[in-house]
Each structure stands twice: as C-alpha cells, then as structure tokens.
T-cell receptor, first 114, second 109 residues
Framework: SQQGEEDPQALSIQEGENATMNCSYK?????LQWYRQNSGRGLVHLIL?????REKHSGRLRVTLDTSKKSSSLLITASRAADTASYFC??????????????FGQGTILTVHP | DGGITQSPKYLFRKEGQNVTLSCEQN?????MYWYRQDPGQGLRLIYY???????QKGDIAEGYSVSREKKESFPLTVTSAQKNPTAFYLC????????FGPGTRLTVL
C-alpha cells in the first residue's frame, strides 16, 4: 500500500498563526490532493498538485510537493477558528484501472483557538 | 443544486442483517467510490466504479457488495459477512478531484 502518512497527528495553534501539515507517501504518483473534513461530515477538496509541479497556491493555502523525497506539505496562513477540522492528503496514480483511485493518509487534526 | 447525497444519515443494524446504503449523484460523473472511516482514521476504499455496469474491489471489499446499474446511483450493501461493520461510510464521485457525500453512520446493535 502506498498510504500516506501525515505529521503531526494533531496540531493546536492560535488564530492568526500559520499551520503546516506534512504528508509522506511510498510510491510514484500522478497527483497529490488535500482534503478537509469537519467533524462528522464528508470531505471537501482543497487543492490538487500534479507530480510535475513543485508549489501551488489557493487563497490562504500553499502546497508544496517534493517527488524526490516523496513528501508534500500544506500551509494554511493566518488561520481562523473556522479552519478547525481534520486535513487529509490523498495520492492518485495514473492510468488503467487505478485512474481516479485515491489513497488517503491518516489525517492531521487542526484546532485553531480564537 | 448539483451534488452527491447519501441516505440514511444514521443506520442501525442487528447482527446477521444485511443493510443497503444509498448514494446518488447528479454531477454527471462516471466514477463513484465507497470509503469506510473508523474513528481517528483515514479513509479506506471499499469498492469503486469507473463506468456503469462495472466495478472493482478496493482495499477492504470483504463483507460488502455493490451494484452500478445507473450512472447516478452506486448503492453499497453491508452483508452479515462483514464482522465489524460499525463505521462512518462515505460515498464520492469524480475522476481526479472527488466530491463527497455527507456520510452514513452505521451502528451494529
């Protein structure tokens, strides 16, 4: 299995601070995605970075991908209490019956204190 | 509104019973997926379907069955062969980016 591993498992910060979460994976990938899950809800897609990209931005989110180290990081800048959620990385393969299939990490629980 | 729906939100099953979880999407996606999530854990893939009338086993398919007779629908049956079915079940659709339903929480009594 190429399931990703996320670090840290839990992160607690104050509003206004930046939050950084890391994801490592084991095999070659086509893309890496980050999702957010509020407690007891479905997941929401945040951002996708392809294997030939190194950095991507979306609003307060910044994602980096280092394919040589098989790792990615998600940075949330100027965090808000509403950012409190679990964050998951997911890796996607290319081609064949694996196309579209994602493998999820264990997640990082982020708590932002007002 | 476009989206993906799951029903019921909560489901209680007696041991030995089969139960079916509903998943419907109106996003016109060919691909649909079923995941299981246990407390404090990530998602594990049960089954996925890339096109109508075709589906593949995921990582934890034992004790589950699916059908894909219509593009919009991908129901999951949790059979009595699934020994530990209590979990949160999530349905998703989409080929690259996945869109998730709100989930069904299944509890075995």
């Amino acid at each position: 299995s190429q399931q990703g591993e996320e670090d840290p498992q839990a992160l607690s910060i104050q509003e206004g601070e930046n939050a950084t979460m890391n994801c490592s994976y084991k095999t070659s990938i086509n893309n890496l995605q980050w999702y957010r899950q509020n407690s007891g809800r479905g997941l929401v897609h945040l951002i996708l970075i392809r294997s030939n990209e190194r950095e991507k931005h979306s609003g307060r989110l910044r994602v980096t991908l280092d394919t040589s180290k098989k790792s990615s990081s998600l940075l949330i800048t100027a965090s808000r209490a509403a950012d409190t959620a679990s964050y998951f990385c997911a890796t996607g393969l290319a081609g064949g019956t694996s196309y579209g299939k994602l493998t999820f990490g264990q997640g990082t629980i982020l708590t932002v204190h007002p | 509104d476009g989206g993906i729906t799951q029903s019921p939100k909560y489901l209680f099953r007696k041991e030995g019973q089969n139960v079916t979880l509903s998943c419907e999407q109106n996003l016109n996606h060919d691909a649909m997926y079923w995941y299981r999530q246990d407390p404090g854990q990530g998602l594990r893939l049960i089954y996925y379907s890339q096109i109508v009338n075709d589906f593949q086993k995921g990582d934890i398919a034992e004790g589950y069955s699916v059908s894909r007779e219509k593009k919009e629908s991908f129901p999951l049956t949790v059979t009595s062969a699934q020994k530990n079915p209590t979990a949160f079940y999530l349905c998703a659709s989409g080929m690259t980016e996945q869109f998730f339903g709100p989930g069904t929480r299944l509890t075995v009594l």
